[in-house]
């Protein structure tokens, strides 16, 4: 399923990308620029539109009944979440942007095309899709298994902040009527792992 959501997702983000690219080249951006600014945007929008709603469902109590068990103390604060998001805006603005900016010669010489080439055939999206999956998965457990080594913990506990608020994310209304059919054996297990500290809506790890 994710090459497919990448794939259609690649496809709808052609559709802005384009004329994005048209316009910051008339402002005098070189493509180096151009690339940074589009994908830290395009990464930004993706964090907003995954994230806002489920947000939403946590303010306003929806889907409430299907959210793991937390105590008054685990529900995370407005401030927090704020604070959260703000930091989220400004690394992918400032810190991500720069590290892009720095590496855009290597991503040239492995193969990237100009930022106004047109889009390859859509089994290669999808085939892309796939691999850049594989990559992603295997990177981050490494890469989060190292970030718990005492050495670097200071940091990245931030990302434990937070404890997990649902069961799961896209799947969620497939595990409904599980739960309701289940609930006296799904709510001791919510109550068990609601006590493990997670990252802010991140549902699906």
């Known amino acids: 399923m994710d090459g497919i959501w990448g794939t259609l997702l690649c496809l709808a983000l052609a559709k802005v990308w384009y004329p994005a690219v048209e316009l910051l080249s008339a402002q005098g951006m070189n493509d180096n620029i151009t690339f940074c600014i589009l994908l830290n945007a395009s990464h930004l929008l993706i964090y907003l539109v995954c994230n806002v709603p489920f947000h939403m469902f946590d303010k306003y109590g929806i889907f409430s009944e299907y959210k793991l068990y937390r105590s008054k103390g685990q529900i995370a604060s407005d401030a927090l979440v704020t604070e959260t998001v703000l930091t989220k805006c400004v690394s992918i603005i400032s810190g991500v942007t720069g590290f892009y900016y720095l590496l855009y010669d290597n991503f040239r010489y492995f193969g990237m095309k100009d930022v ?44 434990h902040r937070y404890v997990r608020l649902y ?39």
């Open 116 to 159: 106004d080439a047109a889009l390859p055939p859509v089994q290669d999206i999808y085939m892309t899709m796939i691999y850049g999956h594989v990559f992603n998965e295997v990177t981050f457990y490494f890469a989060h298994r190292l970030s718990h080594s005492k050495s670097l913990y200071w940091i990245h506990k931030q990302h």
């Open 167 to 205: 069961l799961h994310n896209m799947t969620i209304l497939l595990k409904i009527g599980y739960l309701k059919k289940n609930y006296d054996v799904a709510l001791p297990y919510a109550k068990h792992h609601s006590n493990r500290p997670h990252s802010l809506y991140q549902y699906h790890k």
